[in-house]
């Protein structure tokens, strides 16, 4: 699972990403005229896998990641622009649309020693800003893609090539008017196989949005109306929480968090929002070798899960163990757990809950 961040220069971009990854990319100065993308691995936090990894002692521990990219180039000239536009080079649309999804970066905090590019303050109108940008590079996508399918539609080709160019030309058809309005594609409703044939488009505007607001130190939250689809308002702290990310000291963290009133930092929401955005869960495996959490989609059958792990597991799938994760902690083992019942078999089209605890019984 990649996440790109994005956001107008001087919005903490950098900021977040280092205090999501624990990163020490600079930060003072970067107005982002340059491109530059910067990315790194997170262990996503779990509670559950420290639990059960303090249960069986693994000789190995391996958690679920989530990559973020911090994506910088975006609007280097937007503080003149009184139109407020923002430039998108080819470069920085590639480096975009090769995420799962966005995490917008809105700068609330006020700042006089570091300018806004656009003057002033104004969190909405720079969601606007960025998203208009993205909903134009598409457009421009779908425009070019439609006058090439109408003249191969007109020269009339094989029948198989024909039949795809006709629904690949009646869904951007159904699209272009809907972006011109500056709509996000992800507003839009979609079935499985007109997703399926965009895929490949990469269209910026269709990806699951996080926003983030960047707060103050006094994380004051402001009020905002913000209705789009597959997207997801949040808040954070972001320079207080970069600097304690970037402590070794586990006491000084915990200090710094309790003067704040942080019972956690925003890595861990910030992570869990991500996942229910992109409709992401987690299924266990454990055993004394290695207990490890496992990112799949929500609804995933057990057959799926167990290609997750290996496909000679899915090849070969027989049955799938099944406890669900607070069961075993109540039992206290997984022998207990199956004396009292709570270790059920499953077939392939059982569909995982987030934490259930798998093992797959196979045979190739």
């Known amino acids: 699972m990649r996440i790109g961040i994005i956001g107008l220069p001087n919005s903490g971009k ?8 624990g990163g020490q990319v600079p930060t003072a100065g970067y107005g982002g005229s340059a491109f530059e993308v ?14 059960l990894s303090g249960m069986y002692h693994p000789k190995k521990t391996t958690p679920a990641r989530v990559e973020y990219a911090d994506i910088a180039g975006l609007g280097g000239g937007a503080a003149d622009d009184k139109q407020h536009n923002v ?12 995420n799962d999804a966005l995490l917008q970066v809105v700068r609330v905090f006020a700042d006089s020693s570091v300018p806004h590019p656009l003057e002033t303050v104004e969190p909405i109108r720079d969601i606007i800003t960025l998203n208009t940008e993205l909903t134009l590079s598409d ?3 779908i425009e070019n893609r439609l006058v090439r399918l109408e003249a191969s539609l007109k020269k009339g080709k094989l029948i198989p090539t024909f039949v795809d ?3 690949e030309f009646e869904i951007l058809s159904r699209l272009k008017p809907h972006v011109e309005q500056g709509l996000p594609i992800r507003d839009l409703e979609l079935t499985v196989e007109e997703e399926k044939r965009l895929r490949g488009f990469q269209f910026l505007s269709g990806k699951p949005i996080l926003v983030v607001l960047n707060l103050g130190d006094d994380g004051m939250m402001p009020s905002l109306d913000y209705p789009h689809k597959k997207s997801i308002i949040t808040s954070v702290r972001g320079r207080l929480e970069m600097d304690i990310a ?3 000291n586990q006491e000084d963290k915990a200090m710094f968090m309790a003067e704040y009133n942080l019972t956690e930092l925003s890595t861990s929401r910030i992570i869990r929002q991500s996942y229910d955005l992109l409709g992401r869960m987690v299924f266990f495996t454990v055993g004394e070798d290695e207990v490890r959490a496992w990112e799949v989609l929500r609804n995933a059958t057990a057959l799926d899960c167990a290609g997750a792990i290996h496909s000679d597991l899915a090849r070969g799938f027989i049955r799938a163990e099944v406890v669900y994760y607070e069961d075993l902690m109540t039992a206290g083992s997984y022998s207990s757990a199956k004396a009292n019942g709570k270790v059920r078999l499953e077939g392939k089209t059982y569909p995982v809950q987030d934490g259930d605890i798998l093992n797959i019984r196979f045979n190739v």
């Open 246 to 248: 970037q402590l070794d």
């Open 165 to 167: 160019d006709q629904k």
């Open 38 to 51: 910067h990315s790194a691995v997170v262990s996503v936090p779990d509670v559950r896998l420290d639990a």
């Open 14 to 21: 950098t900021t977040l990403f280092n205090a999501l990854t």
């Open 139 to 141: 457009l421009a996508k």
């Open 87 to 98: 430039s998108l080079s080819g470069e920085l649309i590639n480096a975009i649309g090769n």
